[in-house]
C-alpha cells in the first residue's frame, strides 16, 4: 500500500465515479500528477456499463481506457502506478488502483464515515491516504456537490470539481450569438464602405471599430431598427449583410412568423441553407422547439431540401427501461418528446381536422423519433435533425451526435441551460455550454440565445420570478 503515494509525488487525485462517467479520458486530465482510482469506482462502473442507462457508453469508453493502461502489468506496478504517457511533452502522469475494501478494513475508521454506501468508500480513501501520506496533497476530485460537502465535514482537506471541462466560469458570458449596440448605430461608424451584389446590401468595416465579433454572429442597435449579419472577416476588415429588423421579424416558416427580433434572427438562421448548425439556446417558452419544427416542416415538405425531419433528446434516468416498453422504437420515445408533439399539434390547430393533418404531416415530411443511441454508428444524409433538451448531454454525447451528420442536413441543438436535470452537469460544464463556446468561430454554424417568453404572461412571470 505505501507505494501507491511516494515522496517524490507533489499531488495525487482520487477521481470519483462521476468524473469518469462525464469525461470517460479524465485520467489523462492531470498532466505529471498521480491519479487513484479506489476498486470501489471499478464496481460502480461495472455495474453502470451494463444498465440501460445514457452514461452507460461512457462506463464502457472509461473502462476500455483504464484496461489499456494496465494491460499485462503486475499487482505490483499497479499499486506501484502505471505511467500515463503524454505524447509531445516532457512529463508523465502515473495510475494507481486503490484495493479499499482490503484497506480499509485494516484500520480504525472510528472518525471516518461509515462503510455503507460507495461515496463513502471513496471518502474514506481519501482519508486514509491522507493520514497516510500526510507530505503529499491528497485531493478528492467529484463532481457531486454533496459528497464534497461531506468530504470536507470528514476532515478531507483538498476536495475539487472537475475543472477541466468547464469552458466558461460565468455562463453570464456566454455568446448570445448577437451584439446590441446602443443608440443608433451609424453614429459610432466613421469608416464604412456599401455596395450591392445580387440584390443584398453589404457593408465593409474596420474590426477596431466593431471589437471583437465572429461569423454569423448578427448585429441590432436600439434606435434605427438597424440588423446585420457579420458573413466575412479578412485583412482587418468585417463583411456584414443588411439585413432590417423589419424584414426578420416578417419571415415565415410553416405559417410561422416571428414574435420579436431574437426569433426574427433564429428563424434567418434555421432557414439558411449555408448554415449547418444551429444552437437555440434560451429559457423555456422562447419558442426554441417551436421555430426549429416549423423550420424543419418548411425544408422538408416546401422546400423539398432534406428527406426526412430526426427528432431526438436526452432522457431521464426514469428512462432507464425503456427498452422494455411496447411498441416500435418511435413510440418509445414519445413519452421524452412530449414537447415537441405538443408543438406539432399546436402547428396545426386550426386544420379542420387536426389529427388526421398532423399524421399526414408527420407522414409526408417523414418525421422520425430517434433515441440518441439511433446516432451512433449512422451516417445521416439529407435530413434536418432537431436535438431538444440538449442542456443535459456531455460534451461527448454531442459530439457523437455531430460526427453522424452528412451532406445535407441541418443540425438543430436546442436546451435551457437553467433546467439541467443530469446529476454530472452544471450550466458551466454542460455539452450545451461547451458547443456555444467551441463553434462560435465555425462558419457554418449559428447560435442564438433566444431573449423573452412568448408562451404565454404567465410563463413569462413565471420564468422571471421563481
Same mark, same amino acid.
Given at each position: 500500500?505505501?507505494?501507491?503515494?511516494?515522496?517524490?509525488?507533489?499531488?495525487?487525485?482520487?477521481?470519483?465515479?462521476?468524473?469518469?462517467?462525464?469525461?470517460?479520458?479524465?485520467?489523462?486530465?492531470?498532466?505529471?500528477?498521480?491519479?487513484? *482510482?479506489?476498486?470501489?469506482?471499478?464496481?460502480?462502473?461495472?455495474?453502470?456499463?451494463?444498465?440501460?442507462?445514457?452514461?452507460?457508453?461512457?462506463?464502457?469508453?472509461?473502462?476500455?481506457?483504464?484496461?489499456?493502461?494496465?494491460?499485462?502489468?503486475?499487482?505490483?506496478?499497479?499499486?506501484?502506478?502505471?505511467?500515463?504517457?503524454?505524447?509531445?511533452?516532457?512529463?508523465?502522469?502515473?495510475?494507481?488502483?486503490?484495493?479499499?475494501?482490503?484497506?480499509?478494513?485494516?484500520?480504525?475508521?472510528?472518525?471516518?464515515?461509515?462503510?455503507?454506501?460507495?461515496?463513502?468508500?471513496?471518502?474514506?480513501?481519501?482519508?486514509?491516504? !491522507? !493520514?497516510?501520506?500526510?507530505?503529499?496533497?491528497?485531493?478528492?476530485?467529484?463532481?457531486?456537490?454533496?459528497?464534497?460537502?461531506?468530504?470536507?465535514?470528514?476532515?478531507?482537506?483538498?476536495?475539487?470539481?472537475?475543472?477541466?471541462?468547464?469552458?466558461?466560469?460565468?455562463?453570464?458570458?456566454?455568446?448570445?450569438?448577437?451584439?446590441?449596440?446602443?443608440?443608433?448605430?451609424?453614429?459610432? *461608424?466613421?469608416?464604412?464602405?456599401?455596395?450591392?451584389?445580387?440584390?443584398?446590401?453589404?457593408?465593409?468595416?474596420?474590426?477596431?471599430?466593431?471589437?471583437?465579433?465572429?461569423?454569423? !454572429?448578427?448585429?441590432?442597435?436600439?434606435?434605427?431598427?438597424?440588423?446585420? &449579419?457579420?458573413?466575412? &472577416?479578412?485583412?482587418?476588415?468585417?463583411?456584414?449583410?443588411?439585413?432590417?429588423?423589419?424584414?426578420?421579424?416578417? !419571415?415565415?416558416?410553416?405559417?410561422?412568423?416571428?414574435?420579436?427580433?431574437?426569433? $426574427?434572427?433564429?428563424?434567418?438562421?434555421?432557414?439558411?441553407?449555408?448554415?449547418?448548425?444551429?444552437?437555440?439556446?434560451?429559457?423555456? $417558452?422562447?419558442?426554441?422547439?417551436?421555430?426549429?419544427?416549423?423550420?424543419?416542416?418548411?425544408?422538408?415538405? #416546401?422546400?423539398?431540401?432534406?428527406?426526412?425531419?430526426?427528432?431526438?433528446?436526452?432522457? %431521464?434516468?426514469?428512462?432507464?427501461?425503456?427498452?422494455?416498453? %411496447?411498441?416500435?422504437?418511435?413510440?418509445?420515445?414519445? %413519452?421524452?418528446?412530449?414537447?415537441?408533439?405538443?408543438?406539432?399539434?399546436?402547428?396545426? &390547430?386550426?386544420?379542420?381536422?387536426?389529427?388526421?393533418?398532423?399524421?399526414?404531416?408527420?407522414?409526408?415530411?417523414?418525421?422520425?423519433?430517434?433515441?440518441?443511441?439511433?446516432?451512433?454508428?449512422?451516417? *445521416?444524409?439529407?435530413?434536418?435533425?432537431?436535438?431538444?433538451?440538449?442542456?443535459?448531454?456531455?460534451?461527448?454525447?454531442?459530439?457523437?451526435?455531430?460526427?453522424?451528420?452528412?451532406?445535407?442536413?441541418?443540425?438543430?441543438?436546442? $436546451?435551457?441551460?437553467?433546467?439541467?436535470?443530469?446529476?454530472?452537469?452544471? %450550466?458551466?460544464?454542460? $455539452?450545451?455550454?461547451?458547443?456555444?463556446? &467551441?463553434?462560435?468561430?465555425? #462558419?457554418?454554424?449559428?447560435? *442564438?440565445?433566444?431573449?423573452?417568453?412568448?408562451?404565454?404572461?404567465?410563463?413569462?412571470?413565471?420564468?422571471?420570478?421563481?
Amino acid at each position: 500500500m505505501s507505494d501507491v503515494v511516494t515522496n517524490k509525488v507533489k499531488r495525487v487525485y482520487i477521481l470519483d465515479t462521476n468524473v469518469l462517467l462525464h469525461d470517460p479520458i479524465a485520467i489523462y486530465a492531470f498532466e505529471e500528477h498521480r491519479i487513484v *482510482i479506489p476498486m470501489t469506482v471499478l464496481e460502480e462502473l461495472d455495474r453502470i456499463k451494463d444498465s440501460k442507462k445514457d452514461v452507460a457508453r461512457d462506463a464502457r469508453v472509461a473502462i476500455r481506457t483504464i484496461e489499456h493502461l494496465v494491460d499485462g502489468a503486475s499487482p505490483e506496478e499497479v499499486q506501484a502506478g502505471i505511467v500515463i504517457e503524454h505524447k509531445g511533452r516532457d512529463f508523465n502522469g502515473l495510475l494507481s488502483i486503490f484495493a479499499d475494501y482490503l484497506e480499509l478494513h485494516k484500520v480504525d475508521r472510528s472518525s471516518w464515515m461509515p462503510l455503507d454506501s460507495p461515496d463513502n468508500f471513496i471518502i474514506n480513501s481519501a482519508l486514509f491516504l !491522507q !493520514q497516510q501520506h500526510d507530505a503529499q496533497e491528497i485531493v478528492l476530485v467529484t463532481k457531486d456537490i454533496n459528497m464534497r460537502i461531506k468530504a470536507r465535514s470528514a476532515g478531507l482537506k483538498h476536495v475539487e470539481d472537475y475543472r477541466k471541462d468547464k469552458i466558461v466560469e460565468d455562463i453570464e458570458l456566454l455568446s448570445k450569438g448577437y451584439q446590441r449596440f446602443e443608440g443608433n448605430f451609424w453614429n459610432e *461608424i466613421t469608416d464604412v464602405k456599401t455596395f450591392v451584389e445580387y440584390g443584398r446590401t453589404y457593408y465593409v468595416i474596420p474590426c477596431h471599430q466593431l471589437g471583437d465579433l465572429y461569423i454569423n !454572429q448578427y448585429l441590432l442597435d436600439e434606435e434605427s431598427e438597424f440588423a446585420a &449579419k457579420v458573413v466575412e &472577416k479578412s485583412q482587418g476588415h468585417y463583411r456584414l449583410l443588411d439585413l432590417g429588423e423589419e424584414r426578420l421579424t416578417h !419571415q415565415r416558416a410553416w405559417g410561422v412568423s416571428a414574435k420579436n427580433i431574437y426569433q $426574427g434572427i433564429a428563424l434567418h438562421a434555421l432557414l439558411d441553407p449555408k448554415i449547418d448548425l444551429v444552437i437555440l439556446n434560451g429559457p423555456a $417558452g422562447s419558442g426554441k422547439t417551436y421555430l426549429a419544427l416549423a423550420s424543419a416542416l418548411e425544408q422538408s415538405i #416546401e422546400l423539398g431540401s432534406v428527406d426526412k425531419v430526426i427528432v431526438t433528446r436526452s432522457t %431521464p434516468e426514469i428512462a432507464e427501461s425503456i427498452g422494455f416498453l %411496447p411498441g416500435t422504437e418511435e413510440e418509445k420515445m414519445l %413519452p421524452w418528446l412530449g414537447a415537441v408533439t405538443d408543438t406539432m399539434e399546436s402547428l396545426h &390547430k386550426g386544420d379542420a381536422l387536426p389529427s388526421e393533418s398532423l399524421q399526414y404531416i408527420v407522414d409526408k415530411a417523414n418525421i422520425q423519433f430517434k433515441s440518441l443511441n439511433f446516432m451512433r454508428g449512422r451516417s *445521416i444524409q439529407h435530413a434536418f435533425v432537431l436535438v431538444d433538451e440538449a442542456q443535459n448531454l456531455t460534451a461527448a454525447q454531442l459530439k457523437t451526435i455531430i460526427t453522424r451528420c452528412g451532406e445535407g442536413t441541418k443540425l438543430v441543438i436546442s $436546451g435551457n441551460l437553467s433546467q439541467i436535470d443530469s446529476n454530472y452537469l452544471s %450550466p458551466a460544464t454542460s $455539452g450545451l455550454t461547451y458547443l456555444i463556446e &467551441k463553434f462560435k468561430n465555425y #462558419e457554418g454554424s449559428a447560435n *442564438i440565445y433566444l431573449n423573452g417568453v412568448v408562451r404565454s404572461r404567465l410563463a413569462e412571470f413565471a420564468e422571471e420570478n421563481m
